[in-house]
């Protein structure tokens, strides 16, 4: 395995127009094959080089014939480019016999090439299976020297020779299992799934943690997606060239690829699947620089699940990037999401939570008080009543003894939830932040200057970075998980409305107000996101 030599160089250090070679089979109609690949790796930032493993007849309705050439000429196109270039890393597609997939196989043996992506063409749009058993068997040995395999769901299903999987997560599964069996990364991709999004995920069975990182995506209603499992191993062959971080290249690949498929009805190319706008970004903007990604990670900056309702509130959310990278890259998240959190940071977590609930309650109900319109005291008054419902359903549900006990400052009969009956140092201080303007005037109190405003912004990271947070543990629930009813609250479809309606709510206040009530809002949002990320962090001391 060629195990990726330069993973721990810096930006700085790779190759500034890496030099990619694919090999793969043609498409005359440009939209697949080695077509694809030399635009995708020019579109994003690489020189592309191409070896020719068969000459296919196809358009965007399907394949006609295919003519394979000697492998001893495969050989020595090969050989002509590694004698004379020097290669920063490999993309391989279509390979379809046994005597071509040992030749590419042997000459990786000679080469040494940094890094290596292999799409497995295995299966056709049909379903039908393009390899014999013999032309399997090699591709599974070729893959112990290859450093990601980027097999769609079929094709992951029939590497590890087990059923389609129906599920994310049962597809997550599957790319460990692969990933473990043949010491390869894998990039799981969930396109063929069910949903509005189309979630990938990068897994490496060898990691502390095998789900090395997620990247969802909205799916995209257009029919030209022809040659997209091509153009995204190019890409990510070509953004690993270029960051020498396969985490990066999958959500730089992400991004572009995204853009492409969502300007492919641009595009008028035949009467069938049409293909993806490779060049749509660089004809309109030009090639954007992948070194900035190492500041805030890509994933940061894909659409959020609740998206936002104007300018206002989009500028918040990518000025908030860093801050929820860091929360999902705590300690805590990263374990609640793959279920090996332990029980007693859970409860604590838990604790502190439902308290923390008590005081958000009554911030929002003062929210409701101070509303100016009716339709936004509703809301409040009935964000309010549904965070206490929450509170008790904690008690019930999950906490020792069926609770946390005799309120803030009370105490229990022992335990976990007696000992955590006080809020702890970052509850108090978040709760200090919502309420002090609220306790200061009391209940009933006429409206201090710019309360509203103020208050509006402290309240919104709650619902926003929560569900981001849990949208992302969401994905990694399964029916075996530890925490499974925990993590399917996440998903729950009324939270995700009262978030839609709480953001329209800021991005109403926002609008109206002037620039400085405006940075009043923005500032306390601003904190209340830096403390949504303490919260998480003290969940296992890691504050």
């Known amino acids: ?232 191993s190019a890409a990510l062959a070509t953004c690993y060239a270029r960051t020498g971080r396969w985490d990066l290249a999958l959500t730089a690949t992400k991004e572009w690829l995204q853009e492409a498929l969502e300007y492919a009805d641009e595009l008028d190319v035949g009467a069938g699947h049409g293909p993806v706008h490779h060049f749509r970004g660089v004809w309109e903007r030009g090639l954007a620089p992948l070194g900035a990604a190492a500041a805030a990670p890509e994933a940061m900056k894909e659409a959020p699940p609740v998206q ?61 008080e101070l509303a100016p319109a009716l339709d936004e005291q509703v809301f409040w008054a009935k964000a309010a009543y549904d965070a206490l419902a929450t509170e008790m359903e904690l008690h019930t549900s999950w906490l020792p003894d069926g609770g946390i006990g005799g309120g803030i400052g009370g105490g229990t009969d022992g335990g976990l939830a007696g000992r955590e009956a006080v809020p702890g140092p970052v509850t108090r201080g978040y709760l200090q932040h919502l309420l002090g303007s609220a306790d200061a005037a009391g209940p009933g109190a006429g409206r201090g200057a710019n309360e509203y405003e103020r208050l509006v912004g402290a309240l919104l990271p709650c619902f926003w970075i929560y569900a981001d947070v849990g949208t992302r543990l969401s994905d990694a629930n399964h029916s075996g998980h530890p925490y499974a009813e925990w993590l399917d609250t996440y998903s729950d479809p009324a939270f995700a409305g009262s978030t839609t309606a709480a953001v329209d709510i800021l991005e109403r206040v926002l609008d109206r107000s002037p620039e400085d009530v405006r940075e009043l809002t923005r500032s306390a949002f601003h904190e209340s996101a830096h403390r949504e990320y303490e919260f998480f962090a003290a969940g296992a001391g890691e504050s």
């Open 1 to 232: 395995m060629s195990a990726g030599t330069n993973a721990g160089s810096d930006f700085g250090s790779i190759h500034r127009v890496p030099r990619i070679l694919s090999i793969a089979g043609t498409d005359p109609a440009g939209g697949a094959g080695i077509q694809a690949d030399l635009k995708s790796i020019a579109a994003t930032g690489g020189y592309g080089m191409a070896v020719v493993t068969a000459l296919v007849a196809q358009n965007t309705r399907g394949v006609r014939s295919v003519h394979t050439p000697p492998v001893g000429f495969l050989r020595e196109q090969l050989d002509a480019v590694s004698d004379d270039v020097i290669i920063d890393a490999v993309k391989i597609g279509m390979l379809g016999s046994t005597g071509v997939t040992h030749t590419v196989d042997a000459w990786l043996a000679e080469a040494q090439v940094p890094a290596v992506v292999l799409d497995p063409v295995m299966i056709a749009t049909s379903g039908d299976r393009l390899l014999d058993d013999g032309a399997e068997a090699a591709l599974r040995q070729l893959l112990h020297r290859v450093d990601v395999v980027t097999p769609n769901l079929p094709e992951l299903a029939v590497l590890v020779q087990e059923p389609v999987a129906r599920d994310w997560s049962s597809a997550l599964a599957q790319g460990e299992r692969l990933s473990a069996a043949y010491g390869v990364q894998v990039l799981v991709k969930g396109g063929h799934l069910a949903g509005q999004w189309c979630p990938d995920a990068l897994v490496d069975a060898a990691a502390a943690d095998p789900v090395v990182l997620q990247v969802r995506t909205p799916r995209v209603d257009t029919v030209n997606t022809h040659g997209t499992g091509c153009s995204m």
């Open 308 to 368: 936002a309702a104007g300018p206002h509130t989009a500028a918040l959310w990518e000025q908030t990037a860093a801050v929820r990278a860091d929360i999902n890259e705590l300690d805590f998240v990263r374990a609640l999401g793959s279920g090996h959190l332990n029980r007693e940071a859970f409860e604590f977590y838990l604790a502190q939570d439902a308290l923390y609930l008590r005081g958000y309650a009554r911030a929002l109900a003062r929210a409701s």
